[in-house]
Nanobody, 120 residues
Framework: QVQLVESGGGLVQPGGSLRVSCAAS????????MAWYRQAPGKQRELVAV???????NYADSVKGRFTISRDNANNTVYLQMNNLKPEDTAVYYC??????????????WGQGTQVTVSS
């Protein structure tokens, strides 16, 4: 019943900006923390950024200073603001959440992924 719906991906030129979002819906009781991962073709999925329920954030070294993760608790949504994008940022971006439903203990859920392509 839980679904993470992502949006905001697309094509952007190097140096440009993009904001992706992921909204959680369903029989959600509480969301503990949310994160963004990415996976480029032929590469392993990697953690990009994470934000806890206490709003503490952590970033991969490759995106520090350029990306910002935030959340809107009222709408069960997590955002990733991406600035000064580089071709190396091209990947499918996935949101991840650890949450509790009305019937289950906390568990991990994944979004469907959204494509971000950085190219001139």
């Amino acid at each position: 019943q839980v679904q993470l719906v992502e949006s905001g991906g697309g094509l952007v030129q190097p140096g440009g900006s993009l904001r992706v979002s992921c909204a959680a819906s369903g029989n959600i009781f509480s969301i503990y923390h949310m994160a963004w991962y990415r996976q480029a073709p032929g590469k392993q999925r990697e953690l990009v950024a994470v934000i806890t329920s206490g709003t503490t954030t952590n970033y991969a070294d490759s995106v520090k200073g350029r990306f910002t993760i935030s959340r809107d608790n009222a709408n069960n949504t997590v955002y990733l603001q991406m600035n000064n994008l580089k071709p190396e940022d091209t990947a499918v971006y996935y949101c991840n959440a650890v949450l509790r439903t009305t019937t289950m203990r906390p568990a991990q859920y994944w979004g469907q992924g959204t494509q971000v392509t950085v190219s001139s």
